[in-house]
């Protein structure tokens, strides 16, 4: 069967869970050294590593480092794309008529 339109009205109601998920997530990335899953505490174990001498933890440990900063990276432009689909969701009744 071919899809009856774009999923607009779909999109417009899962708008506000996706935006709060995406929230969560940075906010999980932005936290401090005593926060799994941030930024900052991969940093840690990086230099931890490079400290003790244990190159290839330590280089094992840069290649997820660099991956979840270019998530971050990622997630932060779509949430800025989000945000135009939500101003559009409100001028367009919810997409209720693009189906």
Request: charged content about 35%; glycine content about 10%.
């Amino acid at each position: 069967a071919e899809p009856a339109g774009d999923g607009a009205h779909a999109l417009c109601q899962r708008a506000p869970k996706i935006d709060h998920r995406i929230d969560r997530a940075l906010k999980r990335l932005d936290a401090g050294k005593a926060r799994r899953g941030s930024l900052a505490r991969l940093q840690q174990r990086v230099d931890n590593a490079k400290k003790a001498g244990h190159t290839e933890i330590a280089t094992f440990l840069q290649g997820r480092l660099d991956h979840r900063e270019s998530l971050k990276k990622t997630l932060e432009q779509r949430q800025k794309d989000l945000a135009g689909v939500k101003t559009w969701c409100a001028k367009n009744d919810g997409g209720k008529a693009a189906e």
